[in-house]
């Protein structure tokens, strides 16, 4: 039976050419849809026990299932996209995942073609298992104060890596505790006494024949982390070289090379390439953003259309939980700004792609904004996400705090997306010396491109007003992108003021720094919500498809005007009387995508397998599932649990001797 089957028939849309908008392209949602029919029909990827194993046995079973993974891939022929796809739709973190996600991209990014030929061919077909050996006890966000070494033997022609300090172990990395065969590993690099900063390094680790480290290599796991399952079936690792030595063509060259004779040359290219891992990896966060979080949403929005609490009219059924405007403002904005972070996660996907091109073509202009765009845009989706995900928790009250509810896991295995791939302060804070460099070059004739051309009408915008006059004026893009772009520019142009002041420019930028934070939010935002705008503009097919996006657009982005009001009150771009009009409308949107809400998380077309929850289960029948799952639990095992009769009983029997004195 569908519990939820009501909810169903109020939707005003299509729902099946919805789900082809969120997956991209028809053949994207069918892959997909196959894909993860696919990994929800196989035993071998069940996971429901996964929060209940210890340590060593949920990690031996993670390697079980990335080999079964890899043999359904080989078995089945699968393309690259769609062993993507498998991978992701088993939703269990694995050292494959820096495998194919991190080790495999930098060599391609950073390799020659020499090197790539020699070392793709293996990873590819995974005769080597490799991993990104970057960050160290004492250094993660500080990439120039690593402090393991990589100094040039002449004599030899090699590299000697080596860990001169505790704090130089390299410490994180996933995939290397347990499994990883070779890294590439990030040190500092020395010719002749002379320092030549930080370069990637092929590094062998562990013997291709029984696995032993190689000598001179200390390696092994750093420890459980946060939740149960959740992140702990990667093997993070500490690893410390001890005089390792490698030959000199195991230096990723593209960007720079040793040559035999000891010479360091610098290619033309700009040496921020060692960098480009990160900023592959970056753009692939934001794109897998919006799946952790409208798994969240999907989850809250069917339970809180099952659950009833309150408001029985004459005998009648109590009021679903999600007819509440409070649980609405709550829950809805996430459900938009799934939507949000699926069109901005594609449009940076293209800019990564465009920034790629023109790199192959000797064409750098456009690397500052890529960095800026992709270290901005995970710190945005990946705190907004972190923080939807426990929001939705909430929103399903006692039973979202059950690990059956999926959503403790997915909170554990999520948040530490807001420390790698760079601390999100730290990166927030590259965005706004992005911002601040470009107010300071706008009176030197270079005009501001892409996501910063709103600089160029700074003039216009530091005087404009906002004309809204009733609530439905707030509906109007052009409206909507000028008071994001007017509070964005007017943020940081303010900064720049208050950075004039000092005369030390490095300690002004410090002083300022939380000011400078919130500046670069604003310009993040804006960016979001422009290319929400700019994907409604497109032609979208599918009866009242449109509508619905332009609903949840409408709520993304009054929600942050709402939310961030003292920012737009304070720039004075807004009154008072028209931030209260912009409620108002968001009130009426919030009414308006109510009888869709059911339907606009069944578009995500999520299997009841990924999502992992009986709250969320699409069926909604969530009593008897949440009841039965109790029984299953291991403590039900035994009626009588272990470990009464040396603690409890004697405890009891004290108790009775004592009543008796
Ligand atoms: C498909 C994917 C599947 C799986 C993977 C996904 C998830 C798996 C889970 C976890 C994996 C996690 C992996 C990791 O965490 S790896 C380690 C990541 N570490 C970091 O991100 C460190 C953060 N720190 C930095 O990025 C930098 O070093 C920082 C930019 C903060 C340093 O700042 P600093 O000012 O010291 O920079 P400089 O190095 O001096 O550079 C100055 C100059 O360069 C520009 N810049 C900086 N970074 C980049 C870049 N990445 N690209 C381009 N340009 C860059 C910077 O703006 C300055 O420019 P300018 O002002 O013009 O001189
Ligand atoms: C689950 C997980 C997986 C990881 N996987 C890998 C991997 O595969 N390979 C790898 O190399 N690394 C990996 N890492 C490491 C990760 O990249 C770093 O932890 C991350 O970059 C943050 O660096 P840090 O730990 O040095 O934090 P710190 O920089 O020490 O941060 C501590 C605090 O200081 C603040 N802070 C730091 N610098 C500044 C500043 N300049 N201004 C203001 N505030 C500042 C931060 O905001 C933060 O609040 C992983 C980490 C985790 C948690």
Redesign the pocket.
Known sequence: MDYLADERKKAEFDVDEMKIVWAGSRHAFEVSDRISKLVANDPGFRKDTRTMLARKELFKNTLRKAAYAWKRIHDLHLSEEEA?RLRFYVDE?AYT??H???FV?AIKGQGTDEQQKKWLPLAYKMQIIGC?A??ELGH?????GLETTATFDPQTDEFVIHSPTLTSSKW???GLGKVSTHGVVYARLIINGEEHG?HGFIVQLRSLEDHLPLPGVTVGDIGMKFGNGAYNT?DNGVLRFDHVRIPRNQMLMRVSQVTRDGKYKQSDV?R??V????????Q??VA?ASCALSRAVTIATRYSAVRRQFGSQNGGPETQVIDYKTQQNRLFPLLASAYAFKFVGEWLTWLYNDVTQRLQASDFST??E???C??GLKSLTTTATADGIEECRKLCGGHGYLCSSGLPELFAVYV??C?????NT??L??VA??LM?TVSQLGSGKKPLGTISYMGKIEHLMQSRCTVQKAEDWLKPSQVLEAFEARAVKMAVSCAKNLSKFTNPEEGFAELSADLVEAAVAHCQLIVVSKFIDKLQQDIPGKGVKQQLEALCGIYYLYLLHKHQGDFLATSYLTPKQAALANDQLRALYTKVRPNAVALVDSFNYTDHFLGSILGCYDGNVYPKLYDAAWKDPLNDSVVPEGYHEYVRPLLKQQLHTAKL
Do not use: C
Not at 419 to 423: L, V
């Open positions: 993507s973190p995942d820096l194919w996600g991190m991209p990104y970057q960050t993660g966000s500080n990439v120039q994180w990395p996933g930080i990667m700009p921020q390439l960098y480009g891992t990160m900023v592959y990896v970056r692939t966060i897998d690397l500052p890529a960095h800026a992709t270290a530490p997306a420390t790698y791939e760079g601390d730290v990166l804070l590259q010396r992005f460099k």
